[in-house]
């Protein structure tokens, strides 16, 4: 989803614009990263203009019967 979310925008952008490092942004869509600080998510949806909310919802596991 944040790799949607950049779009035609650079990881270097971004990352820089979210106070990460290109690297980071990179692991982080690639799964590198399975499990990112709050604080480090919170900023790239403010960076690129998703509600932490949409996240939440997208990320959340489903249901099990």
Partial sequence: MLR???GERSIVE???AA???AETLRKIETG???TPAFFTIAALADVLGI???RLAVRSAPAPTP
Avoid: F, K
């Fill in 51 to 53: 509600s932490l909310d």
């Fill in 19 to 21: 106070g990460m490092s």
């Fill in 32 to 34: 590198r990263i399975a």
């Fill in 4 to 6: 949607q979310a950049r």
């Fill in 14 to 16: 971004v990352a820089a």
